[in-house]
């Protein structure tokens, strides 16, 4: 339910008295959700409990790991419910209540392993969205979930994730860090010009140099679709290029620029803070090139 509801916002914005009448029925739905995944949290109690597969891989089941028969106890909400119900709040635009976000984080911290990467970067944007910190324990079973579900993960699952991570100001492991990098520059001929800026875009707010191979595929696959950049993604690009300090080739900067000035929709389309963007990008690759023509050379500096 909540999935289809966000799927009609994104498509036709409600009216200020529809918005009345939905906050209601999404308070209502808090209630049943609260209802659903206090039941999940508060059956653990009972005993020691581990999560299988059932043979559907997608439903999951829980069994009492000390009990000699193996038939499962209980179906448990799957881990494709869970992250709807996270991304159908959001979408809504609706903030549930703080009990249940606790029965949330409860239920599903246990789950995340089973996630895949769709349900993992569904679930940390979502959380984002709704400007929700998750807590520790949660963070620790993300890392660990998402770090083995990386390389199969999409493009638009990696963005996911990396907007998720910036928008909540996390600081994630070295080791994370490389398996996404790996991950990314697997993907990036199939990533769209938004994908590559955002994956460069939350190197550069995250303070984390993107490594030369990754680097190296992105603006490759960005050189490759240039008419394709809208002026809110090639701002986008080359203002997460100069925050690193690694300026584009002149056929990639001629490119952009040329693709933005041929087009008047795509001029049209750029908020004043697009523009601000290309240009105090612009203004950093002049004066990082000037830098190096004004540096001394290595002959000379084994001469001195």
Known sequence: MLSTLGKLLRVTPAEQ????????????????AVQVLSTVQLLPQAGT??????????????????????????LLVQPQQLSTMMWGWATAGFLP??????????????????HRAQE??????????????????????????????LPHASPQELCMMLWGVVTLQL????SWWAGLQAAAASRAQQMAPRDVAQVLWAHARSDVQP???LLAALLQSASQQLHRFSGRDAAMLLWALAALGRPPGQQLLQGLLQSLMLSSCKLEACAPQDFANILWALAVFQQQQQQQQHAPSADLLVEL
């Open 171 to 174: 600081r994630p492991g070295g």
């Open 49 to 74: 409990l581990q999560v299988i597969r059932a043979a559907s891989p997608q439903q999951l089941l829980l069994q009492e790991s000390n009990s000699s028969s193996s038939q499962a106890t209980m």
């Open 211 to 213: 490594p030369a191979p």
């Open 120 to 149: 993992l970067a569904t679930s940390l944007w979502a959380a984002a969205q709704l400007q929700q910190h998750p807590p520790a324990a949660w963070l620790a079973g993300f890392w660990a979930a998402s770090s083995a579900a």
């Open 97 to 114: 209540g703080r009990h249940w976000w606790s029965c949330y984080w409860a239920a599903s911290t246990p789950l995340l392993p089973a």
């Open 17 to 32: 008295h529809e918005l009345q009448a939905l906050q209601g029925f999404l308070q209502a739905l808090e209630r049943t």
